[in-house]
């Protein structure tokens, strides 16, 4: 018979982005939601409900869900026995040499063991090696409860997405994804029910899909470039009232914590035998030396002074995690150039504004199309490398 439980969700890395909007949301809904994590300082952030990164649309719901007790903090692990379900939302990376980092992941879940009961529903909820949900049974027991609903949002716009993607849901057993299936009927407007094995590569497949399209219109900006006719014009061109084209994405950085790493989550899984993925990689994270190579042509940079601007991984949000700029203000000041920094909305107190930038630089590069770009004025001696095309 089931229990009565205090909450109706506990989310595990509840206050990463994906845990955090994630449990905003069901909150918002009326559901019970406790938000676990080990990062103290974010508690103190979020328990003063204040967003402790850029989430569109949060801000408010954060204030209501905080205020009415529906959404709560808590740094003890002992605290998921409370909850009907238990997601999970931590991170999965892959190490230096692109392995993923699966028995860390499952570390964590033994540290849980204890705390979760045959009577509760575990929901994995971050990307995850295949196999893994099989592997956090084996280490819960076999009567648990275990489903994988896989997050598919773009990073910012979670409280708009959650309530208008289909969701997939698959479970172990039927149980699991019966209550799986019931609890994001509360958010979803579609349930799509998949097997375990599907769900994960369908996540992994998307990620890897959407790497792939990016790599595609690097290597032909690149050629473009070598050939010295205009990519823009040319993709323009491509896209005009020719719907085949129409998701030709822009140039720019491919990056960020999710596209690269689920790539070789997918690799490594096929046995290291995904050669479009390897390629992929190869063109997106070989566009900032493309970038620097095309600058040597012309002149040297030795104390040349060049600003990148936009330091976060994406356009419009302060999430600076595995941004290319980094690497390609590390290649410049290889060659001696003297690096200047900025960015909208992540903050650093290295970083310059946007107008001291256009005042102080030769060369400036948009290394993320964040909006407010659109309207500067660059001075006409200033040299613009704008490869998303956003001027
Ligand atoms: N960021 C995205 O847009 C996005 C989209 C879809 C899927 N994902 C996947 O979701 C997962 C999480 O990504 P994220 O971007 O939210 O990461 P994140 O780093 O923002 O959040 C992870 C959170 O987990 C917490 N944490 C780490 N160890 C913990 C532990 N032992 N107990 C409790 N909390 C712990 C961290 O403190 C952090 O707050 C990853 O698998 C990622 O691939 C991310």
């Given amino acids: 018979m089931s229990k009565n439980y205090k909450y109706d969700i506990c989310i595990v890395g509840g206050f990463g982005h994906v845990g955090l909007p994630l449990g905003i949301v069901f909150a918002d809904k009326g559901l019970k939601v406790l938000l676990n994590d080990v990062d103290s300082k974010k508690a103190e952030v979020i328990n003063s409900a204040v967003l402790p990164f850029i989430e569109y649309g949060a801000d408010e719901i954060l204030k209501k869900v905080i205020a009415n007790k529906t959404l709560t903090t808590s740094l003890k692990k002992e605290d998921l026995k409370d909850s009907k379900v238990v997601m999970l939302a931590i991170g999965t990376p892959v190490d230096e040499y692109l392995n993923p980092k699966t028995r860390q992941f499952l570390e964590v879940i033994k540290g849980f063991k204890d705390f979760i009961s045959e009577d509760q529903l575990v929901v ?36 708009k997405e959650l309530n208008e993607l289909p969701q997939v849901v698959a479970g172990l057993s039927k149980e699991a994804e019966d209550e799986a299936t019931e609890l994001f009927s509360k958010l979803s407007p579609k349930i799509i029910k998949t097997s375990i094995g599907e769900a994960e590569l369908v996540k992994l497949f998307s990620n890897a899909w959407r790497y792939i399209q990016f790599a595609t219109t690097n290597q032909f900006y690149m050629i473009c470039e070598n050939y010295g006719v205009d990519y823009n014009k040319v993709r323009e061109a491509m896209v005009e009232g020719y719907g085949r084209n129409a998701n030709l994405p822009t140039a720019g950085f491919a990056a960020g914590p999710c596209l690269l790493k689920d790539t070789m989550q997918l690799s490594a899984f096929n046995g290291n035998n995904f050669m479009l993925g390897h390629s992929a990689m190869l063109i997106n994270e070989g566009l900032p030396n493309f970038i620097v190579d095309q600058l040597r042509k012309k002149y040297s940079l030795k104390n040349k002074k060049i600003g990148i601007l936009g330091m976060a991984f994406k356009a419009d949000i302060d999430d600076i995690r595995d941004s290319l700029s980094y690497k390609l203000g590390k290649i410049l000041r290889f060659y001696g150039a003297d690096i200047l920094y900025s960015d909208e909305f992540a903050c650093d107190p290295t970083f310059i504004s946007a107008e001291e930038m256009l005042k102080q630089a030769e060369v400036i590069i948009i290394g993320v199309p964040h909006t407010k770009y659109e309207s500067l004025k660059f001075p006409k001696e200033t040299e613009l490398i704008d490869l998303w095309n956003i001027i």
């Fill in 124 to 159: 994995i909820r971050s990307t995850v090696f295949p196999n893994t949900a099989e592997q956090i049974k084996l280490i819960l027991g076999e009567n648990h409860k275990v489903a994988y609903c896989p997050e598919r949002i773009v990073q910012g716009y979670s409280v």
